[in-house]
């Protein structure tokens, strides 16, 4: 079965340090792998997605995430953070063979303190 | 805007009463999903739709609930005879299925609904 581990339900760090969100993954499949971002009261947006393409993906607002296969991870980084990406992140398989739903993991709430 | 809209985004009702959210996909899009988020939770999936078939059905989706999609376009969630254990955020999202198979879903930004 498919599923998704976000080792971290908190994480916090302060303004210019780098980011850490930690995300495993279990699929019988080779996996399209996202992760979304929620902001307090807004949609969720996908910040990134890996598709067996580079194993090392950039998103947008300078986040990226790199796929290891041999430990089954895709952690999202960011060199330096910044205030505005206070907000909870989600890591998300896709199951392409079962109509392309989505797994979200619990969440990861990111603090960022000035 | 060209976005997925979801109507309405608050609703709030008394336990027993009937309830129906809408949800308008970005207009190519052929697939249309809904999904339930509690708080503190990820998103779990409900249901998905192919143009106007509706594909699957989670087993979190009870006989309470019913989706359409006619036309293919808009789709509605229905909630009948609501508990208190139904409220929270119903999330609608769309995509384009494409070759590569990567299924970037596009999300509306919910209905939140408070059963009473």
């Known amino acids: 079965a498919q599923s998704v581990t976000q080792l971290d339900s908190h994480v916090s760090v302060s303004e210019g340090t780098p980011v850490l969100l930690r995300c495993n993954y279990s699929s019988s499949y080779s996996p399209s792998l996202f992760w979304y971002v929620q902001h307090p009261n807004k949609g969720l947006q996908l910040l990134l997605k890996y598709t067996s393409a580079a194993t090392l993906v950039k998103g947008i607002n300078g986040f990226e995430a790199e796929f290891k296969k041999s430990e089954t991870s895709f952690h999202l980084t960011k060199p330096s953070a910044h205030m505005s990406d206070a907000a909870e992140y989600f890591c998300?398989?896709?199951?392409?063979?079962?109509?392309?739903?989505?797994?979200f993991g619990q969440g990861t709430e990111l603090s960022v303190k000035p | 805007d060209t976005g997925v809209s979801q109507n309405p985004r608050h609703k709030i009702t008394k336990r027993g009463q009937n309830v129906t959210f809408r949800c308008d996909p970005i207009?190519?899009?052929?697939?249309l999903y809904w999904y339930r988020q509690t708080l503190g939770q990820g998103p779990e999936f409900l249901t998905y739709?192919?143009?106007?078939?509706?594909?699957?059905k989670s087993r979190l989706l009870s006989d309470r609930f019913s989706a359409e999609r006619p036309k293919g376009s808009f789709s509605t969630l229905e909630i009948q005879r609501t508990e208190q254990g139904d409220s929270a955020m119903y999330l609608c999202?769309?995509?384009?299925?494409?070759?590569?198979?990567?299924?970037?879903?596009?999300f509306g930004p919910g209905t939140r609904l408070t059963v009473l």
């Open positions: 207009s190519e899009h052929n697939r």
């Open positions: 998300v398989v896709s199951l392409y063979n079962q109509g392309g739903k989505l797994i």
């Open positions: 999202a769309s995509s384009l299925v494409s070759a590569s198979g990567a299924n970037e879903q596009f």
């Open positions: 739709f192919q143009n106007e078939a509706q594909l699957e």
